[in-house]
Nanobody
């Protein structure tokens, strides 16, 4: 399984970004895919996850109502639309895949893509 994250950048507070995670290597129908982030000096934290089979989603409280995770079957890609960004959202964002469903625990994931930097200026 290969995961390729992209879409990060520098944005002002209140702005938006859309991250993409292109997945390849197998059929993901039974997988869960998640987005995590890690700020300097902090532990990796859960952001959002989606169940590939039925697009069931779950969010961290800190991003609920601002971020939306979705997937495109035809492109084998998961997106993270981030609106109303805050400086505290600044981090390296990574996508991950877990066979047989998702989890909010990063240790439960089997595959990781490289991170993409998101910087929100005040």
């Amino acid at each position: 399984v290969q995961l390729q994250a992209s879409g990060g950048g520098l944005v002002q507070a209140g702005g938006s970004l859309r991250l993409s995670c292109a997945a390849s290597g197998r059929t993901f129908s039974s997988y869960g895919l998640g987005w995590f982030r890690q700020a300097p000096g902090k532990e990796r934290e859960f952001v959002a996850r989606i169940r590939w089979s039925d697009s069931w989603t779950y969010y961290a409280d800190s991003v609920k109502g601002r971020f939306t995770i979705s997937r495109d079957n035809a492109k084998n890609t998961v997106y993270l639309q981030m609106n109303s960004l805050k400086p505290e959202d600044t981090a390296v964002y990574s996508c991950a895949a877990r066979a047989h469903g998702g989890s909010s625990n990063p240790a439960a994931y089997d595959y990781w893509g490289q991170g993409t930097q998101v910087t929100v200026s005040s």
